[in-house]
Nanobody, 125 residues
Framework: QVQLVESGGGLVQAGGSLRLSCAAS????????VGWFRQAPGEEREFVAA????????YYADSVKGRFTISGDNSKNTVYLQMNSLKPEDTAVYYC??????????????????WGQGIQVTVSS
């Protein structure tokens, strides 16, 4: 089992920055793909960014490319999402998720087995 806990959300003005953290516990191996997703009220959950737990290649949704950066710190068992130049449309509940028994990343939320509880990010205009 893998447990994921997000932190670092909150309220920020447009143009500001936040850094989300996803701390993992349990059996997670270095090749596990980890993704950030978000869900706004009345919307479907959408892919934001992904990385393998050990680091390496990163993947982003077009809507956040150039503004968000995903990274990992193995020593702290934590994956981060640095969010810069935030826009009101970035407002959502953000979730950290991990796949199981594969090293293949995915932008489809249905492919992820482990989820954090979610954390609110609100960007005011």
């Amino acid at each position: 089992q893998v447990q994921l806990v997000e932190s670092g959300g909150g309220l920020v003005q447009a143009g500001g920055s936040l850094r989300l953290s996803c701390a993992a516990s349990g059996s997670i191996f270095s090749g596990t793909p980890v993704g950030w997703f978000r869900q706004a009220p009345g919307e479907e959950r959408e892919f934001v960014a992904a990385i393998r737990w050990s680091g390496g290649s990163t993947y982003y949704a077009d809507s956040v490319k150039g503004r968000f950066t995903i990274s990992g710190d193995n020593s702290k068992n934590t994956v981060y999402l640095q969010m810069n130049s935030l826009k009101p449309e970035d407002t959502a509940v953000y979730y950290c998720a991990a796949r199981r028994s594969t090293v293949v990343w995915s932008r489809d939320a249905r492919d992820y087995s482990y989820w954090g509880q979610g954390i609110q990010v609100t960007v005011s205009s």
